[in-house]
């Protein structure tokens, strides 16, 4: 009689075990690495985005006329040395 009961208290600790701590702490992670490897790669594609807009690609709004002399020449006066 205790042994049946005490095998039933068993199976019912097992059975609340498994279905009210195993399983959803094993759904939460795996939630989890779901959601960092989508935040990985979308750091990678902003990386990737940020490395080619920096190695030749410019946006439309930054098109300006080039300028031809260096923001150095804008500082420079000539001046002629008076004797």
């Known amino acids: 009689m205790f042994k049946t009961l005490f095998l039933i208290f068993l199976f019912y600790m ?3 075990l498994v279905f009210e701590f195993i399983i959803p702490v094993y759904n939460a992670s ?3 690495k779901d959601q960092v ?3 990985q ?3 990678q594609e902003e990386q990737q ?3 080619f807009e ?3 690609y410019i946006k439309p709004e930054q098109q300006t006329k080039p300028s031809n002399s260096n923001p150095a020449d804008k500082d ?3 001046f002629e040395e008076v004797k």
């Open 41 to 43: 790669q979308k750091m």
């Open 49 to 51: 985005r940020r490395q």
């Open 37 to 39: 490897g989508q935040m």
């Open 14 to 16: 097992l059975y609340k």
């Open 54 to 56: 920096r190695d030749g």
């Open 30 to 32: 795996k939630r989890m």
């Open 76 to 78: 420079y006066i000539e």
